[in-house]
């Protein structure tokens, strides 16, 4: 993929570039390339672990272009023209196979902090801000921030981020919940890509099994969680390293998964 999203890989770790700069903002185009993108790794089965970060130090991404916004005002085209897909293509993010880490360098506003958390791991610079401003603009999130901001961090400090849309600091994102580390000034991606190589070395099929027991912990009920898992761990025991990691145990060895 090239234009405004760009992908390397390297031992299993995609890294995705937000190929935007300098605030890396969301059009129609990046998101287009962004779909097609997470459609294309996700078929990888050589993929295992993925990393999001923004072009340049400015910004993981200020959120959308508002000079797309003009083109959106008249009833009903702000959701058949970029929310309905921009959403479609989010939950295709939100529910990426393997596991996956955003890396927030500079500014997570809008949409990019919306398309942050649909990432299971954040980490984030020492010096980077985190908004949803979009009430200043007389609107509100509607890219799935109201549902995934609200689930990391609970309803009172999610209204208190959405109703006043002031920016928040690495610290307190963490402090929050929101993130789940700060790195150094400008070592965002060398963290992300840090934790994302000490992943790519654990069992996939086990990552994937237990990523999708604990998002689905959200729609399910008890019951019917409870045999999701029994499921997914007839399916993890089963697998080449369900049996390596039995046998490494009793072996007293390092494990050597081969990630199937």
């Known amino acids: 993929m090239t234009d405004q999203v760009e992908i390397e890989i390297d031992g299993g770790v995609a890294l995705l570039t937000l190929n935007n700069p300098p605030l890396n903002l969301a059009t129609l185009a990046s998101t287009r390339q962004l779909n097609g993108a997470l459609d294309q790794l996700a078929a990888d089965p050589a993929l295992l672990v993925l ?55 500079g500014l997570a506003y809008g949409g990019g902090l919306e398309l942050a958390v649909c990432c299971d791991l954040i980490v984030a610079d020492e010096t980077a801000k985190l908004s949803l401003p979009e009430i200043k603009l007389g609107v509100f999130p509607g890219s799935g921030g109201t549902l995934r901001v609200t689930r990391r961090i609970g309803t009172a ?72 898992i029994l499921s997914l761990m007839e399916r993890t025991f089963a697998s080449d390293d369900g049996r390596e990691g039995v046998r490494a145990f009793f072996a007293k060895e390092d494990p050597k998964f081969k990630h199937r």
Not at 57 to 67: C, P, Y
Not at 165 to 181: C, K, M, S, V, Y
Not at 202 to 207: E, K, M, S
Not at 217 to 227: P, Q, V, Y
């Open 157 to 228: 400090r999610a209204k208190e981020m959405m109703f006043l849309g002031e920016p928040i600091t690495a610290a307190q994102a963490l402090d929050w919940g929101l993130i789940n580390r700060v790195a150094g000034r400008g070592g965002a991606v060398e963290g992300a890509m840090a934790l994302a190589r000490e992943l790519a070395e654990r069992p996939n099929v086990a990552l994937q099994a237990c990523k999708q027991a604990i998002d689905q912990s959200f729609e399910l009920t008890e019951d019917a969680a409870i045999e999701q």
């Open 51 to 105: 990393v999001i970060r923004g072009a340049g130090e400015r910004a993981f991404s200020a959120g959308s272009d508002i000079s797309e916004f003009p083109a959106y005002l008249a009833a009903g085209d702000v959701v058949e023209k970029k929310l309905r897909y921009e959403n479609e293509t989010l939950v295709k993010l939100d529910g990426f196979p393997k596991p996956t880490i955003a890396a927030l360098n």
